[in-house]
């Protein structure tokens, strides 16, 4: 099997970290491929032109990354996702806090990289008012986080991508603006977080 990825050098995706704690990182071709291009080799699995995607040995094309990380852990065995219905339903809806954060921050991010004549500032302001209101939730959540499952992944990832993405913005000015410290005034998300990158799955790949 192979999945369709865009690999940022000192940053790694949530969808590697999942292949990593499941054992199958080396049992996947990881291809390159940059959505907004629409290379023919994406598209044609994808027609959403999106990342990450997953094709199995039968061809069959999966997305997005959600169903990407139930795929793997059907290979694996349980391991990401508690099976008891206590734990499993918390667990999953810290996945979809982390998936929703993700999608919001791309949506800012791409508004902020339009033209600033181009840009709606009451876009961008939704957008980052909804990204403070799920990381205000995370926040009041992490300290009850004695465990590990998919969702810590989902919201550990998108704080990776916040890091990078600001280290990115102080170095180059690429976009006109900095990506804020998401993390700033959040001390239970900051331990949370310390905690979490001392996992090997979360070193950088590329």
Not at 178 to 192: A, E, T
Request: glycine share 6%.
């Amino acid at each position: 099997m192979k999945i369709l990825y865009t690999p940022m050098p000192g940053l790694v995706h949530r969808v590697q970290i999942v292949a990593r704690e499941l054992g199958l990182y080396d049992k996947i071709t990881w291809e390159r491929a940059q959505p907004y291009e629409r290379p023919a080799h994406l598209t044609d699995q994808n027609p959403l032109s999106k990342v990450p995607t997953l094709i199995t040995d039968d061809g069959l094309a999966l997305f997005p990354g959600m169903v990407i990380y139930e795929y793997l852990e059907s290979l694996a065995g349980p391991t990401l996702y508690p099976s008891d219905p206590a734990a499993r339903w918390p667990a999953m809806q810290v996945l979809s806090l982390g998936e929703g954060l993700w999608d919001m921050t791309v949506q800012w991010n791409n508004e902020r990289k339009r033209p600033p004549a181009e840009q709606s500032p009451e876009q961008r302001a939704r957008y980052l008012a909804a990204i403070h209101r799920v990381i205000e939730r995370l926040e009041a959540l992490a300290p009850s986080w004695d465990d590990f499952h998919i969702g810590h992944i989902a919201v550990a990832g998108c704080f990776n991508f916040f890091d990078y993405r600001r280290g990115r913005d102080l170095a180059t000015n690429e976009f006109g603006s900095v990506m804020p410290d998401f993390s700033d005034g959040r001390p239970n998300l900051i331990r949370w977080l310390a905690d979490m990158r001392q996992r090997p799955s979360f070193a950088p790949t590329d």
